[in-house]
């Protein structure tokens, strides 16, 4: 418990670093950093803010995240999870809100990690993660039909559909350099992974296509036509404007980076877990992506989480120590600096060609697949989750997600919950328990005994009622068989309250038998006790019965 907001850094300062170890992280912080720095040009623009801002995300946030995570191999920079949310934030509010908003997430995610929530945001739901992040493969997709396509679009509407309505009225414009560039710049990406995996797809790709354009003067975009020249400096921190209206009209784009960001750490922490064999500090690590958050837009960058696709390549070139982290972002700042200028030569429908390719990644189509082949309740949560995320906001689609899989729960625990009439002889052989408890003697006339299966919650109460209800007449004693119940709300407990005053105003004595733990305390802390004497508070059911037969002699 004491080393829940210890960084993994600080542990293995304790433990000692040896040469060795440094040297092997070294060398795949450097691979990283190499694998990084065209993901962060392309995520920044794709997100609608200029190339050197994902740059300079890659660089500060991915550092900070290094020192501070709860995971030894955590890369932390910008994602393409985050494209579609900051591209709308820029489009309504400018980068001064983004920067805000991103700020405010900073400070919620460290409130989150504070406040032990590392491991409540796991708890959502596996239909709902997989049907927003197949979301926004799908809309980091469309929104690069224009690059690869070469189309001569001016500006983009937000909304998906006119989006896709804007290609189909500007495909007169569609440009065959353009599309062969991206077409070869996926099939660099593909095919390279089988010669090596030691020098990233995509820096292959820009560098192949880059001279293809310089050499042969085709006639497309980049950068530098889009951009102007980037620069190759990270400039001084600024504080942006802070203003109480803009902070309440920049809330809910605030938790929604806060709540994207949790999750994609956290997932990203986990899966590092499954390949490295440790386990992840949940709530530090939201405490680390909250300083990243605070930290990147001070300096004019854009909001970062935990990378899967980057800690995984680090973890496949030997990382096993936070210093990989760290010597990724130095190796993202070097190349900043050095080859800062000559990204202004990069095709815009090269960078295209690499988004495609990471939306295909994202999407994880095959589990969408495999969720649609399951029960109908977690198809409609995937597929209400996937449709909202494109069609509508990505913060709606996660609440709905996340309301619709509560409902549907509730509602398959409503189906589990029963309540039986044990009305036959005690030699039934379906419970071999109920068998020993009434031995050869059938129930006793004047006793009737319901047993309640399940959690005994709001959505069992009518159930429970429905039961009772059906009584043809009262009897003398009842006795309520609890041993099937785990948990029990207030909803539950007020149905036995109103059962018990009811059957008090009858002269009908009630008797509960088995009653675990959990349902045992709410009961004792409640005032049920009027009417329910301890001594009809009975553990096992034979001994209910032998107090049953007592009462009704």
Same mark, same amino acid.
């Given at each position: 418990?004491? +080393?829940?907001?210890?960084?993994?850094?600080?542990?293995?300062?304790? $433990?000692?670093?040896?040469?060795?170890?440094?040297?092997?992280?070294? %060398?795949?912080?450097?691979?990283?950093?190499? *694998?990084?720095?065209?993901?962060?040009?392309?995520?920044?623009?794709?997100?609608?803010?200029?190339?050197?801002?994902?740059?300079?995300?890659?660089?500060?946030?991915?550092?900070?995240?290094?020192?501070?995570?709860?995971?030894?191999?955590?890369?932390?920079?910008?994602?393409?999870?985050?494209? @579609?949310?900051?591209?709308?934030?820029?489009?309504?509010?400018?980068?001064?809100?983004?920067?805000?908003?991103?700020?405010?997430?900073?400070? /919620?995610?460290?409130?989150?990690?504070?406040?032990?929530?590392?491991?409540?945001?796991?708890?959502?739901?596996?239909?709902?993660?997989?049907?927003?992040?197949?979301?926004?493969?799908?809309?980091?997709?469309?929104?690069?039909?224009?690059?690869?396509?070469?189309?001569?679009?001016?500006?983009?509407?937000?909304?998906?559909?006119?989006?896709?309505?804007?290609?189909?009225?500007?495909?007169? !414009?569609?440009?065959?350099?353009?599309?062969?560039?991206?077409?070869?710049?996926?099939?660099?990406?593909?095919?390279?992974?089988?010669?090596?995996?030691?020098?990233?797809?995509? /820096?292959?790709?820009?560098?192949?296509?880059?001279?293809?354009?310089?050499?042969?003067?085709?006639?497309?975009?980049?950068?530098?036509?889009?951009?102007?020249?980037? #620069?190759?400096?990270?400039?001084?921190?600024?504080?942006?404007?802070?203003?109480?209206?803009?902070?309440?009209?920049?809330?809910?784009?605030?938790?929604?980076?806060?709540?994207?960001?949790?999750?994609?750490?956290?997932?990203?922490?986990?899966?590092?877990?499954?390949?490295?064999?440790?386990?992840?500090? !949940?709530?530090?690590?939201?405490?680390?992506?909250?300083?990243?958050?605070?930290?990147?837009?001070?300096?004019?960058?854009?909001?970062?989480?935990?990378?899967?696709?980057?800690?995984?390549?680090?973890?496949?070139?030997?990382?096993?120590? #936070?210093?990989?982290?760290?010597?990724?972002?130095?190796?993202?700042?070097?190349?900043?600096?050095?080859?800062? #200028?000559?990204?202004?030569?990069?095709?815009?429908?090269?960078?295209?060609?690499?988004?495609?390719?990471?939306?295909?990644?994202?999407?994880?189509?095959?589990?969408?697949?495999?969720?649609?082949?399951?029960?109908?309740?977690?198809? =409609?949560?995937?597929?209400?989750?996937?449709?909202?995320?494109?069609?509508?906001?990505?913060?709606?689609?996660?609440?709905?997600?996340?309301?619709?899989?509560?409902?549907?729960?509730?509602?398959?625990?409503?189906?589990?919950?029963?309540?039986?009439?044990?009305?036959?002889?005690?030699?039934?052989?379906?419970?071999?328990?109920?068998?020993?408890?009434?031995?050869? $003697?059938?129930?006793?006339?004047?006793?009737?005994?319901?047993?309640?299966?399940?959690?005994?919650? =709001?959505?069992?109460?009518?159930?429970?009622?429905?039961? %009772?209800?059906?009584?043809?007449?009262?009897?003398?004693?009842?006795?309520?068989?609890?041993?099937?119940?785990?948990?029990?709300?207030?909803?539950?407990?007020?149905?036995?309250?109103?059962?018990?005053?009811?059957?008090?105003?009858?002269?009908? +004595?009630?008797?509960?038998?088995? *009653?675990?733990?959990?349902?045992?305390?709410?009961?004792?802390?409640?005032?049920? @006790?009027?009417?329910?004497?301890?001594?009809?508070?009975?553990?096992?059911?034979?001994?209910?019965?032998? +107090?049953?037969?007592?009462?009704?002699?």
């Amino acid at each position: 418990m004491q +080393k829940t907001f210890e960084p993994k850094f600080v542990s293995l300062l304790k $433990e000692g670093l040896t040469l060795k170890m440094f040297f092997r992280d070294a %060398l795949a912080g450097i691979i990283v950093g190499i *694998v990084a720095f065209p993901l962060a040009i392309a995520f920044a623009i794709a997100s609608g803010v200029k190339p050197e801002q994902g740059l300079i995300t890659a660089v500060i946030a991915g550092f900070l995240i290094s020192i501070f995570s709860g995971s030894r191999v955590q890369i932390g920079g910008p994602t393409g999870a985050f494209i @579609v949310i900051v591209f709308g934030i820029v489009q309504k509010y400018g980068y001064e809100g983004l920067a805000l908003a991103t700020i405010m997430a900073g400070v /919620l995610l460290i409130i989150m990690g504070l406040a032990r929530l590392g491991d409540a945001i796991k708890f959502i739901p596996y239909p709902v993660t997989v049907g927003f992040t197949s979301g926004i493969a799908v809309i980091i997709f469309v929104t690069q039909v224009r690059d690869l396509f070469g189309l001569n679009i001016a500006g983009l509407p937000n909304h998906f559909l006119e989006k896709c309505l804007s290609y189909f009225t500007h495909l007169s !414009s569609f440009n065959l350099h353009a599309f062969g560039l991206g077409i070869l710049t996926i099939l660099i990406i593909v095919m390279w992974r089988k010669i090596t995996d030691k020098l990233p797809g995509p /820096l292959i790709a820009i560098i192949v296509t880059t001279l293809i354009v310089k050499l042969f003067h085709l006639p497309v975009e980049t950068i530098g036509l889009r951009f102007g020249v980037v #620069p190759n400096h990270i400039p001084m921190p600024r504080i942006p404007e802070i203003h109480l209206k803009t902070i309440l009209s920049l809330t809910s784009p605030a938790i929604t980076i806060a709540l994207l960001a949790g999750i994609e750490s956290l997932l990203s922490a986990v899966v590092a877990d499954g390949m490295t064999g440790r386990r992840h500090r !949940s709530n530090m690590e939201l405490v680390a992506q909250g300083i990243a958050n605070i930290a990147s837009p001070l300096f004019g960058g854009i909001p970062a989480t935990g990378a899967i696709a980057r800690t995984a390549t680090n973890i496949k070139n030997g990382g096993k120590t #936070p210093i990989s982290g760290i010597i990724h972002a130095v190796t993202v700042c070097i190349l900043f600096v050095f080859l800062g #200028p000559l990204a202004s030569l990069i095709p815009m429908a090269t960078l295209a060609g690499i988004l495609v390719v990471v939306a295909y990644n994202m999407s994880e189509w095959h589990l969408f697949m495999k969720i649609l082949r399951t029960s109908k309740s977690d198809v =409609f949560i995937l597929l209400a989750t996937f449709l909202l995320t494109i069609l509508v906001d990505l913060t709606v689609a996660i609440e709905v997600g996340v309301v619709l899989s509560a409902l549907l729960f509730v509602r398959r625990m409503t189906e589990v919950t029963q309540v039986n009439v044990l009305n036959g002889s005690l030699s039934d052989e379906e419970n071999p328990e109920d068998q020993k408890a009434f031995g050869e $003697e059938s129930i006793p006339l004047g006793v009737e005994i319901y047993e309640i299966t399940g959690p005994f919650f =709001f959505g069992a109460v009518d159930t429970f009622k429905n039961a %009772l209800g059906q009584l043809k007449r009262y009897p003398q004693a009842l006795i309520i068989l609890m041993r099937h119940v785990p948990v029990m709300d207030a909803s539950g407990l007020n149905a036995l309250e109103d059962a018990l005053r009811t059957f008090s105003r009858e002269k009908v +004595k009630i008797i509960l038998c088995g *009653v675990q733990s959990q349902p045992l305390a709410v009961i004792k802390n409640s005032a049920i @006790v009027k009417f329910l004497p301890e001594d009809r508070i009975i553990p096992e059911l034979s001994e209910a019965l032998s +107090k049953a037969r007592q009462i009704i002699s």
